[in-house]
């Protein structure tokens, strides 16, 4: 089963991966800002990623 949470910036539902870990780097698909996922359970919730000045390593 899928988790979903809430974008904090725009309130739209963020689809999860299944597998999804704590400090996940996510981005929304509406306002496309980069989300981190600060937990998994019990309920999933996403904060707004640190603005930095370096690519995030795939
Ligand atoms: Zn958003």
């Given at each position: ?5 809430s ?16 400090s ?24 707004e ?5 370096e690519?995030?390593?795939?």
């Amino acid at each position: 089963m899928a988790y979903s949470a809430s974008c904090p910036v725009c309130s739209a539902q963020v689809n999860l991966a299944d597998d999804v870990e704590e400090s996940e780097v996510v981005t929304c698909p509406d306002c496309q800002t980069s989300l981190v996922v600060e937990q998994v359970s019990p309920q999933p919730s996403l904060v707004e990623a640190p603005q930095v000045d370096e690519d995030w390593g795939e």
